[in-house]
């Protein structure tokens, strides 16, 4: 069976009596008869081939194929009903807010920002990681709300214009494990000599500030490991005896627990973080509420 044979009348004539669990409540709910609704739902059973409903006395009870085929249905008329709301301009229910973020940005940072919705009943958030590059190109095509970075992307295509917003910023710092660092203090990048590092990757936006410094002023760290994953670079800090270069918002709770010491910062170093969004009317609500908090 191909997707064009697929009657979608018929599968929402489903969807509603398997929601009710009654045949007599939803033709009543659908303004049909009894027999017209056993009708197309026949028909969709032949065009799949599979039977949906198992009778249990006078009520219907989900076979195993049709609670496969009513876990789609609720996905696909749920999101039906949320575009009919965002045209409409409101609408009830559940507010979906697509969100991607680069691989290489703090998971700690993307919690922080995302608190008012995390806080909110009314959003699903749905989430996705990859490349700047590709998810810039699923913005562009409306399958993204707000692209989360630390680097800005051109912003003057005519065909597909993008907002590059800056919703944070933060200095960057030297930490080591406390057992080994706790009171001293160095200086980035002139103490770092010969000192075993794990900075982040090629990749991120911080590396080529460092070893800019580095080299302005000679130094040679010896880095043991780049890594391009926030996560990752997070447990070799806490993990490895080494010193990690990173904001300290990607090993907030390692500071907070002791785990963890500050042992320099750095203010020509920072990390920027930007929400990248494309000019769209039928923004979601709850995506202004975390561009505009104070609003």
């Not at 006395?57 to 696909?76: F, H, K, N, P, W």
């Not at 960057?172 to 010969?194: F, N, Y």
Request: with cysteine; hydrophobic share 40%.
């Amino acid at each position: 069976m191909k997707l064009e044979q697929l009657n979608f009348h018929h599968l929402f004539y489903f969807w509603r009596v398997a929601r009710l669990g009654h045949l007599t409540r939803a033709a009543e709910a659908l303004h049909t008869s009894q027999s017209a609704l056993s009708a197309q739902i026949r028909q969709l059973e032949d065009r799949l081939g599979e039977t949906l409903f198992d009778r249990q006395g006078r009520r219907l009870v989900l076979s195993a194929a049709g609670q496969l085929v009513m876990a789609y249905a609720d996905e696909i008329f749920g999101l039906g009903q949320e575009m009919l709301g965002r045209l409409q301009g409101g609408g009830d229910g559940v507010q979906r807010l697509r969100i991607g973020s680069v691989s290489t940005l703090s998971r700690n940072f993307q919690e922080n920002w995302l608190r008012p919705a995390l806080d909110n009943p009314a959003v699903m958030l749905s989430l996705e990681s990859g490349t700047l590059e590709g998810l810039v190109a699923r913005l562009k095509g409306h399958q993204l709300d707000v692209v989360l970075a630390n680097e800005t992307v051109p912003t003057t295509d005519p065909d597909h214009p993008l907002h590059c917003r800056l919703v944070g910023s933060q200095s960057v710092s030297l930490v080591g494990p406390t057992a080994r660092w706790q009171g001293q203090q160095l200086r980035i990048p002139e103490d770092l000599g010969g000192l075993d590092m794990a900075l982040p990757g090629p990749r991120h936006a911080l590396r080529a500030q460092f070893d800019a410094l580095c080299e302005t002023a000679d130094v040679r760290p010896r880095i043991r490991a780049e890594v391009d994953d926030m996560a990752m670079l997070r447990l070799l800090a806490r993990d490895s005896g080494w010193l990690a270069l990173l904001p300290e918002v990607v090993v907030q709770d390692e500071l907070r627990h002791g785990l963890l010491c500050v042992t320099g910062r750095s203010e020509p170093l920072r990390e920027h973080f930007y929400a990248i969004t494309a000019p769209h009317r039928l923004r979601p609500e709850a995506l202004d509420a975390l561009l505009n908090p104070l609003r």
